[in-house]
């Protein structure tokens, strides 16, 4: 179960880290409310997984979600650069996700 926590939390980093792209330097009201939201969630369960999975895994999975999730977004939305080496580097993180998950049992 905590590591569904743990992967809804990367979703909501997804989320406050594309949302500071809209918040403007935080000068628009709703959509930083959105983004605080966000932080706020999203380490309030990543605290929760960290109950029971180990600290680093936890961390490094959380951090490696919203990174993933971030950089898509950020070509999709933002015209951010999809060069291969970014998208071999965003394997790369995947892999080690999933290298996490499987050393954690």
């Given at each position: 179960m905590n590591w569904a926590i743990l992967v809804?939390?990367?979703?909501?980093?997804i989320g406050w880290a594309i949302g500071l792209k809209y918040t403007e330097g935080f000068t628009r009201l709703w959509p930083s409310?959105?983004?605080g939201l966000s932080m706020l969630i999203s380490?309030?369960?990543?605290?929760?997984?960290m109950k029971?999975?180990?600290v680093g895994t936890a961390y490094a999975v959380w951090v490696g979600?919203?990174?993933m999730g971030?950089?898509?977004l950020g070509?999709?939305?933002f015209d951010d650069p999809a060069s291969p080496l970014r998208l071999i580097s965003l394997l790369l993180i995947g892999a080690g996700i999933?290298?996490?998950k499987l050393a954690s049992g």
């Open positions: 809804v939390a990367g979703l909501f980093e409310v959105a983004t380490v309030w369960l990543l605290g929760i997984a029971t999975l180990p979600i919203g990174a971030t950089v898509v070509i999709l939305l999933v290298g996490l």
